[in-house]
């Protein structure tokens, strides 16, 4: 029997046609990009290439973006292969390293790499999974390091979510790899069904719609843009339409038969708080004997912690929770305590859970159905919408193949997003996969290391970034060939035998600008505050200019005036004063349809109908002289009484418009071309200014640089050259390093930090000094800024180090549990390097010390090889301001 028929019959199940068609690019010794939706099966096509490894004696790498996706691949290998052949490398875990199949975090190949690690020896597979992860803007570049440096003879496959762009990434790899079949599969394992769900408070009930039925949106969906509701005497009341609380939520997912169901709040605070409204309500979705296993998994999870421990934690209230059907999962919580929901969710028996988006990436916990609570995120500084590939990830969770025929995503009503917001969201594909790639001080230090100056740039060169930036280039040139000749024809139409077209066209500019001044802002307000719904109004903005039909007109506090109009072809137009060169011109009138709906595209349509049939009163602009049809004056210019005045000043303009575009067009073209070269040369002239360089080789703190792999890695080899680590106990030591690793999120301002007494404070000032040092370097470089020193965690690392109990740690701290084990781990990650690469032998015994001191109680429990991101989960749960409404709060809309 062949190895492929062996593997289909072990698997219990026939291979889809896209896993098949992998298959065959694995036998013919190809590397292969597989882009298939979540939940297809894409990753049986890695299992393949496992069988083949091991037939043919080599080793295979399975790498994965994070700790949970490594931990339950390695289990879920070592279930079919045995432990013998499995092992797992992670900061966390080593297990069985030397092992013909081991799963590893991408970043732990990427070092092996760089190291020229023996365990490179007999490598023939690597399996990198969620490739498209290389898109991720703090550890995208690492897939690309790998990618581009790992042994020539090694094979990729890669699995990637659907993108719109497979084919473009796999002939990047190609070219740098070798040949490189792409397999793309766009039907999801199971049907997705797009549902709209209102809150009604005049028929005091919920409505679920179907968002796009039959692939168009749904006619139905529009109604809901219209606020019908009034209040007293015809004012302003509350508005009819509501977000449906998530109680109400759930209630109907039940009642709908809908359940389980992942609801994603893009709040940690907010998910807590879903749970306890779920509790308060008196809800409960378990039955007696599903509360008896339910107890059983958290004591098989959560059995050997500190009760202390599990009290500073919450433990009462979480088990409650769970106990009713309830959980939430995100990164505040311990992963422990996660691992426990993700157990319990996959039994079935918690019917509910509210979690953030790092659970849609990647962990194997499908639902019925999925519930997205807004359709924007907090990001720091805004909210943004959600793109179609966010979208697209977080669905893809819906439906469990298998269990359920389809799955159901459900998008609940917000004031902010309209309802074709919704459905465009729903029905778009668009799913374009982008490179973050840049250098960095440790990967130039590595290149150097590895490489002559030729070959150094030569692999900057493949990478995606520059693939697909030299793909622009490309077009780029094409965009200013076709300027160019537009220009050269509109150059010979703005030429007049009679004078200078241009000198003419600088003195309309002139003549403008000495025209009487405009009316007062004030004047034109109060004339704006005048006008009627249903008149038509001179507007003279860009390319909206024309007659316009006023929708609303809106007066708000302090006299400003605002006023809605709709335009032709489609121009729906809010304006002000500052629009208006003068008073603004009443051309006629039209009866606005009834009943007044200024959202709805029929209302809207129905309106530029009648403005198309209007009569108009001719537009008279405020001009000095005669009134062209271009807007010009009489001038005592040659070129004034040229007949065919008028088609050179278009011309002209157009050859102005022209300039502007072909100069910003050189501008892009620059940037991109060499831009990494560009990048790259300014590194190493600042290394090799702070010398870490020597013309081209590394001097000893160079080398130092080439082995730290952290975000600050100049910085933290600068402190260690500089001795800013030295001459510390364990406690202070883990304290200062910490500010390497800890960095404030919150859209909170962080509070003032506290240090314990003695030298940890004027250390850590002296790093500051240092990073303010290289900023300005990197300021005059260009160069992307390294991050400051961030002393919010030392305090408690220093506390935690010095053997303190959890309560004491954190008592008096907001953070939470799973904030506080993910960055303990970073810590110790860090510590290690220290330990191994410190020159002084005092300093690297201390940060060893330090990291044996910190690897204690939950941050052990925490470390086992379990399934829950933690650590190297992505830093983007960022709570909502505190001025943010959430959906069981009844928001109304913001002024």
Not at 251 to 274: G, H, Q, W
Not at 290 to 318: F, K
Not at 862 to 869: E, L, Q, R
Request: net charge negative.
């Amino acid at each position: 029997m062949d190895r492929r028929r062996r593997f289909e019959q072990s698997r219990g199940f026939p291979l889809d046609p896209f896993q098949a068609q992998a298959i065959d690019a694995i036998d013919a010794g190809n590397s292969v990009l597989v882009a298939a939706p979540t939940g297809s099966g894409k990753t049986v096509v890695g299992e393949y290439a496992i069988e083949v490894a091991l037939d043919e004696g080599h080793r295979v790498f399975y790498t994965t973006p994070i700790k949970a996706l490594s931990n339950q691949k390695y289990n879920d290998l070592v279930a079919r292969h045995g432990n013998d052949n499995v092992g797992l490398l992670t900061g966390d875990n080593a297990i069985n390293g030397t092992a013909p199949v081991v799963v590893m975090t991408t970043e732990v190949l990427r070092n092996m790499i760089y190291a020229r690690s023996s365990a490179l020896d007999r490598l023939r597979w690597v399996v990198l999974d969620e490739v498209h992860y290389l898109q991720d803007e703090y550890r995208g570049p690492v897939w690309e390091e790998v990618i581009i440096h790992s042994p020539a003879d090694v094979r990729l496959v890669c699995l990637s979510a659907t993108v719109s762009n497979a084919a473009e990434l796999a002939e990047w790899i190609t070219t740098v790899r070798g040949q490189t079949d792409v397999v793309i599969e766009t039907t999801r394992p199971v049907d997705l069904v797009n549902h709209y769900l209102v809150g009604d408070r005049q028929a005091d009930r919920l409505h679920l719609i179907d968002t796009i039925p039959g692939g168009r949106a749904n006619t139905e969906g529009h109604r809901f843009d219209i606020d019908v509701g009034s209040g007293p005497r015809g004012g302003r009341g509350r508005r009819r339409w509501f977000t449906p609380r998530r109680v109400e939520v759930v209630e109907l997912l039940a009642e709908r038969n809908l359940l389980p169901a992942i609801t994603f709040i893009f709040s940690r605070a907010a998910c807590d708080d879903a749970v306890k409204a779920c509790l308060d309500s008196g809800m409960r979705l378990t039955t007696s004997p599903e509360r008896d296993r339910i107890r059983e998994i958290v004591e098989a999870h959560l059995g050997d912690m500190d009760p202390a421990d599990l009290a500073v934690l919450g433990y009462d209230r979480w088990l409650a929770g769970l106990e009713s059907g309830f959980a939430a999962h995100h990164a505040g919580m311990v992963p422990p305590f996660k691992e426990a929901v993700e157990a319990i969710f996959v039994e079935g028996l918690v019917k509910a859970i509210f979690a953030t988006e790092t659970l849609a990436l990647g962990i194997n916990m499908p639902a019925r159905t999925v519930v997205i609570e807004k359709l924007s995120k907090f990001g720091g500084e805004r909210h943004a919408m959600l793109t179609p590939g966010q979208y697209t990830q977080l669905t893809g969770r819906a439906g469990r193949r298998g269990i359920d025929s389809i799955g159901h995503a459900v998008v609940l009503w917000s004031p902010f997003v309209t309802f074709d917001d919704v459905a465009n969201l729903a029905a778009s594909r668009a799913f374009e996969l982008t490179s973050a790639f840049r250098p960095t001080y440790n990967m130039a230090a590595n290149l150097v290391r590895r490489y002559d100056a030729d070959d150094a740039v030569r692999m900057l060169e493949h990478s995606f970034a520059q693939f697909r930036s030299d793909r622009v280039v490309v077009r780029l040139g094409r965009r200013i060939e076709q300027r160019t000749g537009l220009r050269v024809r509109a150059a010979a139409e703005a030429t007049c035998e009679l004078g200078d077209v241009a000198e003419y066209r600088e003195l309309q500019r002139r003549q403008r600008d000495q025209r009487p001044a405009s009316p007062a802002a004030h004047d034109v307000a109060r004339a704006l505050a005048a006008l009627r719904p249903g008149d038509i109004i001179d507007v003279e903005r860009g390319s909206a200019a024309g007659p316009a039909v006023v929708i609303s007109v809106a007066q708000r506090k302090g006299g400003a005036v605002k006023l809605r109009a709709l335009g032709s072809p489609r121009h729906l137009l809010n304006l002000g004063p500052t629009d208006f060169s003068g008073f603004p011109q009443v051309l006629g009138h039209v009866e606005l349809p009834k009943p007044f709906a200024p959202n709805n595209r029929a209302f809207l349509s129905e309106v530029r109908r009648r403005l198309r049939s209007a009569r108009l009163a001719p537009a008279s602009r405020r001009r000095g002289g005669r009134t062209d049809s271009d807007g010009s004056v009489t001038l005592d210019h040659p070129v004034d009484a040229c007949p065919d005045r008028d088609a050179h000043l278009k011309a002209q303009r157009q050859l102005e418009r022209l300039d502007r575009e072909l100069a910003d067009l050189e501008r892009q073209r620059r940037q991109r071309t060499g831009s990494l070269g560009v990048q790259f040369e300014n590194l190493l002239e600042i290394l090799e200014r702070w010398g870490h360089l020597d013309g081209w080789a590394l001097t000893d703190t160079g080398q130092l640089l080439a082995r730290i792999y952290n975000e600050s890695d100049f910085l933290i080899a600068e402190s260690i050259r500089q001795g800013h680590l030295d001459g510390l106990d364990a406690p202070t030591l883990a304290g200062v390093a910490a500010s390497f690793t800890y960095e404030h999120r919150s859209s909170q301002p962080p509070p003032d930090p506290w240090f314990p007494p003695g030298p940890m404070s004027e250390r850590i000032d002296q790093i500051d000094g240092i990073a303010r040092a290289i900023n300005r370097d990197e300021t005059v470089a260009r160069l992307p800024l390294t991050r400051p020193p961030d002393p919010g965690f030392s305090a408690i690392a220093h506390s935690w180090a010095a053997g303190d109990d959890l309560d004491d740690v954190l008592s008096e701290e907001t953070l939470t549990g799973g904030d506080f084990v993910r960055n303990i781990k970073q810590l110790i990650d860090l510590l290690r390097q220290i330990g191994s690469i410190a020159p002084v032998p005092a300093t690297a015994d201390a940060a060893r010390q330090a990291a044996d001191a910190l690897l204690r109680g939950i941050v052990v429990a925490s470390s086992a090889v379990g399934t829950s991101p933690d650590d190297d989960e992505p830093v983007d749960e960022l709570e909502e301001p505190d001025d943010v409404a959430r959906p069981d709060e009844d928001p109304e809309p913001m002024p």
